[in-house]
């Protein structure tokens, strides 16, 4: 059987590895680079050319060299803002296409492109072909990503066993399945154009994250924009400089900044950037630190948000690792080692750790790795909306994927012959709150109220994809639908859900409760009157007013939005109707009877 590759596909470059006789092995490009760069040209007529060789097409046809492709995987037209030197189309709404070569791709199809370049040197190295990957995400990529990562893998005619989140592959890169039991590790992953944070525990090897967090719209390529800005503001003041500038620009931002990892200050040279005119600028590590420090410093909500929700402080870790060619500036490093309190741990190349760790559960997969077991978690809660606009939570935040969860539902109108299953995702208690990932339809055999039964059951699969199953108890009629499309949103409304989760928490549980006490009132106060229409004239006239009375508080309290006061109201109900309810049981036993005494008599 053909070995099972590990693939890092990164924005900014890619790795792919195997095991061979118990270690990973990073495999060389044709040009002896374990690095390759995440770049697809596409030239007017002949096929596409991929890594180093595309990039270096970068400076002299930018507006058809694709690089970042990444960060418009999954996405819609008009959600990436991402400066790029290609063109950008697609309908407003629909899937993120790239114009370039004459031609217009989809996010997915480039990244097939470098998947199929990683795949030939792969064949070329080892003398067979290749057919079977784990390639690994970003942590935070929603379900819409993730099944274009998979897409994109087909493409390349790929069969993907696995997708796995790029912190936990990089905890196993570290070693750190080695650290003692009850182990806690952060690994901090900022990357070309995408920002993770997971706290994960090492159990009897088992790596299980305890939490996650991120931005899938944040990394490298936005500290790469700032310093291109910086220098065409220095050498072109404020005028705006071609496209071949600019791809210029881009490879001079790009070195400076490797560069100033490891000294102070860097000349950069600018022959005949303009017609006959070349300039020299020189930029400090403290200049693209100030350039580079808003940027690292929205990571910081991440973190503490990671570690909140892992219940832990700074002080609990063992280990921080660094993952992602940002993290080499020493800017990234002491923010790391301000935020935990601990300086992180820098003994992996944090280029190759991620594609190592694929390349370790590739090898977990085949067998050839035996002692770790990966446990990875979904960021927000999912469920469906209920009667009442109410969020049904099926799958809360932070559950260990693969996972599978179900409850059982009935109709709330009776006579009612089909169910919406509405799917949401989000930490509200309202649905309307929530985001909305699907719905579709079951039907079930029309029942009185409170009688049909509808089994809902959420899997979420090893890739963190969501399948959703609904299923009609009395007849065995079933529907499944897999969400292919998930949460076609920005990080930051990501961010804003998670903080009005917390902002508006005590005003949603209030809301909550009314809700559910207003279903219960508007209940009693149905099954009452049907009581007063069958038995009420047995009631004495006072008892009779007073049950009365009750009703009329119950629909006056509904008025407060407030659920102790109907809570209250439906007491005070519920105790002057005691007698009603009890002459409602004795002439329904004594028709019982009757009917029984009728039939016997026949």
């Known amino acids: 059987m053909p070995p099972i590759v590990g693939i890092d596909l990164g924005t900014t470059n890619s790795l792919i590895g195997i095991m061979d006789a118990g270690f990973p092995i990073l495999l060389p490009s044709e040009d002896g680079s374990r690095l390759t760069p995440s770049v697809v040209y596409f030239p007017e007529t002949g096929p596409p050319l991929a890594g180093a060789a595309a990039a270096r097409m970068r400076a002299i046809d930018p507006h058809s060299t694709v690089y970042s492709a990444k960060r418009f995987m999954g996405r819609r037209t008009g959600e990436e803002t991402a400066e790029v030197s290609y063109l950008l189309g697609g309908e407003r709404g629909g899937p993120v296409k790239i114009l370039a070569g004459g031609a217009e791709h989809s996010p997915e199809a480039v ?63 570290y070693g750190l399945d080695k650290l003692g039991d009850h182990s806690k590790v952060a690994v901090y992953d900022l990357g070309g154009g995408t920002f993770d ?46 496209a071949l500038q600019q791809a210029r620009l881009r490879e001079q931002a790009i070195r400076a900044k490797h560069t100033l990892s490891e000294v102070l200050s860097v000349d950069l040279e600018f022959p ?117 606009g109410l969020m049904n939570v099926i799958v809360p935040r932070n559950s260990s994927i693969p996972c599978k969860s179900g409850e059982m539902f009935t109709n709330a109108v009776a006579g009612q012959e089909t169910m919406r299953i509405k799917v949401l995702q989000g930490e509200r208690e309202m649905a309307r709150d929530n985001w909305t990932l699907g719905q579709f339809d079951i039907d079930f055999v029309p029942s009185p109220k409170g009688k049909a039964r509808v089994g809902v059951q959420f899997e979420i699969d090893v890739n963190g994809l969501l399948h959703v199953l609904a299923r009609d108890t009395a007849t065995g009629a079933e529907k499944t639908v897999q969400i292919e499309s998930a949460i076609d949103v920005s990080d930051e409304a ?45 009631l004495a006239s006072e008892e009779r007013d007073n049950v009365l009375r009750c009703m009329a508080g119950v629909e006056t309290s509904l008025e407060t939005n407030a659920a102790q006061p109907v809570k209250n109201a439906c007491r005070t109900l519920d105790e002057a109707s005691e007698h009603l309810a009890v002459l409602l049981i004795e002439q329904a036993r004594s028709e019982m009877f009757d009917k029984r005494a009728e039939n016997s008599t026949t």
């Open 111 to 173: 990244a097939a492109c470098i998947l199929r370049k990683l795949k030939d040197d792969a064949h070329r190295a080892l003398g067979h072909s290749i057919e079977r990957a784990v390639i690994t995400v970003p942590a935070y990529f929603n379900d819409a990503q993730r099944n274009a990562t998979k897409t994109a893998g087909e493409l390349a005619g790929l069969t993907v066993e696995r997708l796995v989140n790029e912190p936990t592959a990089a905890a196993l890169a």
């Open 197 to 242: 944070i997971s706290i994960l525990e090492l159990n009897g090897g088992v790596f299980q994250v305890l939490a996650t967090n991120g931005n899938t719209k944040l990394g490298g390529d936005d500290v790469d924009a700032q310093i291109i800005s910086w220098l065409a503001n220095k050498i072109a003041a404020g005028e705006t400089l071609g």
């Open 272 to 388: 005949f950037i303009e017609g006959e005119r070349s300039t020299r600028v020189t930029l400090s590590r403290d200049e693209i630190e100030r350039l580079a420090k808003p940027i690292v410093e929205k990571t910081r909500t991440h973190c503490l948000r990671a570690l909140a929700d892992a219940r832990l402080h700074p002080e609990d870790l063992n280990e921080i690792i660094l993952v992602g060619g940002q993290t080499r500036m020493p800017l990234v490093r002491r923010f790391v080692a301000e935020i935990f309190r601990k300086e992180p741990n820098i003994s992996q190349n944090p280029d190759e750790a991620v594609a190592i760790g694929a390349t370790i559960q590739a090898g977990i997969l085949s067998g050839a790795v035996q002692s770790v077991v990966l446990l990875d978690v979904t960021p927000l809660s999912l469920g469906i909306e209920t009667f009442g």
């Open 494 to 538: 990501v961010e804003k859900m998670l903080e009005e989760s917390l902002e508006y928490a005590f005003d949603d549980v209030g809301e909550r409760a009314f809700t559910e006490a207003k279903l219960k009132a508007s209940e009693m106060l149905s099954s009452v009157r049907r009581a007063l229409e069958k038995v009420g004239s047995r």
